[in-house]
């Protein structure tokens, strides 16, 4: 096994370095709320125009649709300083919409969003998961009939990330009720905007807003926004969510967390002398982060070598998550009582509440920790189904 990157690789690291320290400021400095919906949205689409200027945004994109052309070795650095940095980076439209447009996508819808997508012009939203589909996605209720040119869509969504700041959303909807659940959806651009759309925050556990419900009530849609095939929407949507299972970022976001521990026992002495089983405890989540990154490289170095990861990606995801509660909780140990002192309190040592708090969603997140599992047994194991 090789444990270091090529040497232009290794340089493409520390160029991304060096721009993070001259565009960013340091994470302390940051703003952790933002006073109105338009600053967020400033501050975060400000930073992705600075990328798209470099042709960073979309780097592991063809060329020939905006992208950089970049290896997946380049993606995977690129992917972790960023994480690694907590810069503001996140958006559907990179994500999944962008290479979903690519395989399934018209003429005319290639022309008109993909350009926006790399020019950081739109923010998206993924539309999935509803009150009754989440991990059992094929459930969806959410309905888009036929109307002559445009379709009518009537339904809820949930735990939608972003969605009071899309400009857009990727949209799963029921198109066929008399077919089995799999068959009978279809995958929408949907205009965030439209009359009918009702978006309403979430508030997590940690008192932010990140999550939405989002309502459709006779939302218009034309027909010319369909993607892909009518009633082939699942097929679809499971290759977008191909795109999204790489890892690194929660072992980036996680070796930083850990660092921050590091740090606060070195400065808290006290903290150690109180705990004596600490040390150890840390020592665990530093060997875990490590384990974790070499995980997430796997799946990076097989998408490399034209193989598709798929019980590896679950296996990195399934870890990246766990660790990321159980860094939650030694934080919590380390800190004992303070560590319930929020971010609004003078006495507060490290504000690791929040991030406790935020962590109980890791595991339910992008596919839960039992899907996981199954995936692992039935397509890694070879285990039958019970």
């Known amino acids: 096994m ?23 400021p340091p994470i302390d400095e940051r703003p952790r709320e933002f006073p109105s919906l338009k600053s967020e949205y400033d501050y975060t689409m400000g930073f992705q125009k600075k990328l798209a200027a470099r042709d960073w945004l979309a780097m592991a994109w063809p060329k020939e649709y905006g992208g950089g052309g ?26 999944w919409v962008g290479p979903s447009l690519m395989l399934y996508g018209s003429e005319e819808q290639k022309k008109q969003f993909i350009p926006r997508i790399t020019g950081a012009d739109d923010w ?14 094929a459930a969806l209720q959410t309905r888009a009939e ?16 972003g969605g009071h700041l899309a400009d857009w959303g ?19 651009v ?20 990140g999550f939405n419900e989002v309502f459709f009530e006779d939302v ?16 679809h949507m499971a290759v977008a969510l191909d795109f999204e299972r790489s890892g690194i970022q929660a072992y980036a976001g996680g070796r930083r967390l850990v660092e921050r521990l590091v740090r606060t026992a070195k400065e808290h002495p006290a903290l150690l002398a109180a705990r004596p089983g600490i040390r150890a405890e840390i020592a665990d989540r530093v060997i ?80 839960t920790s039992e899907i996981q599992r199954g995936i692992i047994a039935t397509r890694g194991l070879g285990l039958p189904r019970g």
């Not at 090789?2 to 960013?24: G, H, N, S, T």
């Open 2 to 24: 090789q444990f270091r990157y090529e040497p232009d690789v290794e340089e493409f690291r520390q160029e991304v370095r060096r721009f993070i320290a001259a565009e960013l």
């Open 70 to 95: 970049a290896s997946h070795m380049r993606q995977l650095v690129y992917n972790e300083e960023m994480a690694y940095a907590a810069a503001p980076v996140g958006n559907m439209g990179i994500a």
């Open 124 to 137: 998206w939203c993924t539309l999935y998961s509803e009150p009754g589909a989440g991990s059992d996605l």
């Open 146 to 161: 036929r109307d002559g040119d445009e379709y009518v869509l009537n339904g809820q969504k949930i735990w939608t990330s």
């Open 170 to 188: 990727w949209l799963a909807a029921r198109t066929d009720p008399d077919v089995p659940k799999h068959k009978g959806i279809t995958m929408f």
């Open 190 to 209: 949907v205009n965030m905007k439209s009359p009918g759309v009702t978006v309403r925050p979430l508030i997590n556990l940690a008192g932010h807003h």
């Open 220 to 235: 218009r849609v034309p027909a010319t926004q369909v993607v892909g095939e009518v009633n082939r929407g699942w097929y």
């Open 288 to 367: 875990e982060v490590n384990v974790g990154t070499f995980l997430a490289y796997r799946v990076a170095t097989m998408q490399a070598r034209g193989l598709v990861p798929n019980h590896e990606a679950s296996a990195s995801k399934l870890f990246g998550s766990e660790m990321s509660q159980r860094i939650g909780l030694t934080g919590m140990h380390l800190l004992g009582t303070l560590g319930q002192l929020r971010n609004e309190s003078k006495h507060e040592v490290l504000d690791l509440a929040s991030g406790y708090l935020a962590s109980v969603a890791a595991t339910v997140a992008a596919g």
